[in-house]
């Protein structure tokens, strides 16, 4: 519905009162004007009736009586007006305007019959003489106490309506400007009225675009003023509750954007509510892309779609194992609680979820469950087989000098290879149990931690035909543990001796640019497939676990340059290929080394 300004509602009801108080006064003013005319031109007959009466009343009984007709007519030419004598039995005996033998009997005349009382008499009526309107005043002519005569004067009343019709159009005109007057002051007042109430209304749009700093001027006016005032008041108080809830609201996004939980909450619609980034990225999507939309299209996830539709029927708080999928087809593991939204009445109105990706635990629980199964494993086979010498030795073989060297070197052997595993984990245990803490440093040269490690691993290398090369003179310095890289760099060597072919060469190389120090332990074995890469540094983890173990390797040599690299902030990468080498490359980092100088 159209709705009608203020302005139109206070002009009309102005204007009208204005032109009906003009119409009232201009009525009034002209009946009295009219009225005040009629009975000025009464009184102005009547006292040209009294002067002609004056002259006439001693004539009426006298023989010069006759000649009251031409005074009568002498008058009547010099005013205008009318002059009628009339004798008491209404005999006209003298006219202005008419002669008196042709005219009636005037006994019946009203205004005669007065006058012949001794009374002013009057009359508005049609002459039938003149044939028109006229307006009569007769008084008597008294001679000797006695009414001789009644005196008439008359004008037609087309003069007093002329008169009158000059007197009407001036007032109507005045009229005319009183109510232009009344229309322009209707006007402004009626703008001054609603001044006040579009500077409200100026004032609430701008509240209602947000601008609640933005303050209303108080009218003079008191209703307006309360009314500005409150509103004033309103607008102070809602900016500081938005002010509040903005904060709030930024507050809970903030706390949400930093949770490493995933949260969402949906309605009882099933519509997604909110969605904060890390559920986002746990779930594969934009959180901020599905707000507004309903789980199914939001999120491609059954599982979570099903917790989310028993957690709405349920009502009780809920948690499960899910599985999801993110780019690249990485499978998470997701543990869901979730928990139903009630209102005061107790009506369900949504849910909220929460979401941990357990990847990374599952992930260490089946690293812990392989290697206490490859812990029990690898000492179990020893144990085994000493067992079982042991019991050979006791059932008699120790009479068998041969035998009894014979089964002695391998247990000696499976010792030997006890105690490598053994010192392996411990190694390994220490560098965990220390990865949080600041490893020993000393300015060290990289050409001397390689030269050890390969004098430690030269007479292995020479027994199996290969030989050890360092490429280049690097004279690199920097602050490291140098036995803990020493260690990495033996531990490469040594694998690299291991898997390689003989007659081949093993090449160890030392580099350092603007953001790292590299060494790397080239060889010319076989190289590794590409499913293996991902994890080759597990612990107990071999391509070829039969001939890694002929080899004498523990599975935990490659974990521990790992643990070594962590320890000074680096990393170790491989670069290999089937049938093509591999390369193994330490990095420590120079901001490292300068930090750990520092």
Avoid at 160 to 182: D, K, N, Q, W
Avoid at 271 to 298: C, W, Y
Avoid at 313 to 323: C, F, G, K, L
Wanted: contains cysteine; negative net charge.
């Amino acid at each position: 519905m159209r709705r009608t300004p203020f302005f139109w509602y206070l002009f009309p009801s102005f204007l009208v009162v204005a032109v009906i108080a003009c119409a009232v006064i201009i009525a009034y003013t002209t009946h009295a004007a009219k009225s005040f005319h009629l009975e000025s031109t009464r009184e102005e007959l009547k006292a040209a009736a009294i002067l002609f009466a004056a002259r006439a009343s001693s004539l009426v009984d006298t023989p010069a009586r006759n000649g009251l007709d031409s005074l009568s007519k002498s008058l009547g030419r010099s005013t205008g007006t009318r002059f009628t004598v009339i004798l008491p039995d209404g005999t006209v005996l003298a006219d202005s305007h008419e002669e008196p033998q042709s005219m009636d009997n005037h006994a019946d005349r009203p205004e005669i019959m007065i006058a012949m009382s001794s009374d002013t008499g009057m009359a508005t009526r049609f002459s039938a003489t003149l044939k028109r309107q006229l307006m009569y005043v007769a008084i008597p002519a008294v001679h000797h106490d006695s009414v001789v005569a009644a005196i008439r004067a008359s004008v037609p009343l087309v003069s007093v309506t002329e008169a009158f019709e000059t007197v009407s159009i001036r007032f109507l005109l005045a009229g005319l400007v009183v109510a232009m007057a009344a229309v322009l002051i209707s006007i402004a007042l009626s703008r001054r009225l609603c001044r006040p109430l579009e500077d409200l209304k100026r004032g609430a749009e701008r509240f209602a675009q947000g601008d609640l700093s933005a303050r209303l001027p108080i009218p003079q006016y008191l209703e307006t003023a309360e009314l500005a005032s409150a509103m004033n008041g309103m607008a102070a108080q809602l900016d500081e509750r938005i002010s509040t809830i903005t904060k709030q609201r930024n507050e809970q996004d903030a706390i949400l954007s930093s949770m490493i939980e995933g949260v969402v909450a949906v309605d009882q619609h099933e519509s997604i509510i909110m969605m904060n980034a890390a559920a986002g990225t746990m779930l594969d999507t934009s959180a901020d892309d599905v707000r507004g939309k309903l789980i199914q299209e939001g999120v491609r996830n059954t599982d979570l779609q099903r917790f989310i539709r028993a957690t709405l029927e349920r009502r009780e708080p809920s948690e499960q194992e899910i599985q999801s999928w993110v780019a690249g087809n990485e499978e998470r593991t997701l543990r869901v609680n979730g928990t139903a939204l009630k209102d005061a009445d107790g009506s369900i109105t949504g849910a909220v979820i929460v979401l941990h990706d357990v990847s990374h635990l599952k992930k260490l629980e089946n690293i812990r469950r392989d290697f206490v199964a490859n812990v029990s494993h690898e000492l179990r086979t020893p144990l085994t087989s000493i067992k079982g010498f042991v019991e050979t030795l006791l059932d008699g073989a120790m009479d068998h000098p041969e035998e009894r060297e014979r089964f002695l070197s391998i247990i000696a052997n499976h010792v030997n290879r006890l105690n490598t595993i053994i010192e392996d984990l411990m190694t390994l245990s220490r560098l965990e149990k220390e990865a949080g803490q600041e490893a020993e440093m000393a300015e060290t040269g990289l050409d001397a931690i390689t030269k050890d490690a390969m004098e430690v691993c030269d007479a292995k290398a020479r027994e199996r035909g290969i030989a050890l090369a360092i490429e280049g003179s690097s004279g690199i310095v920097a602050w490291l543990n140098a036995s803990l890289v020493e260690q990495a760099v033996i531990n490469l060597i040594d694998n690299a001796v291991k898997y390689s072919s003989p007659n081949t060469t093993v090449r160890v190389r030392c580099e350092r640019d603007s953001r790292e120090i590299r060494i790397s332990v080239q060889d010319e074995g076989p190289g590794i497939s590409p499913e293996h890469l991902p994890r080759l540094f597990e612990r107990f983890y071999r391509i070829d676990k039969a001939r890694s173990r002929k080899l004498g390797g523990t599975g935990l040599g490659l974990s521990i340059v790992k643990h070594i690299m962590v320890a000074h902030r680096g990393s170790v990468t491989v670069d290999s290929a089937p049938e093509n080498g591999s390369t193994f490359t330490l990095h420590i980092p120079v901001r490292f080394s300068a930090e750990a100088q520092a």
